[in-house]
């Protein structure tokens, strides 16, 4: 699932949902990285605990 996050005032990266955080922040891959931030739209209850996401297992952060 493609999701938003806001990283600063005026960047914002769409990548695909990894998982969230107890803050509220979410991960998201962007093929080659990953970044967190805080969500456009607030997270659903399916997401906080979803499937392993490709980008857990690569250690290129």
Known sequence: MLRTVIVSNY????G???RALEDGDIMVCTGNRKFLGKP???IGP???C???HTCETNTAA
Do not use: G, L
């Not at 960047?11 to 769409?14: E, F, L, N, S």
């Open 11 to 14: 960047i914002h990266v769409q």
């Open 16 to 18: 695909t949902f990894v």
């Open 40 to 42: 456009i739209n607030p």
């Open 46 to 48: 399916s997401e906080v």
């Open 50 to 52: 979803p499937t392993p």
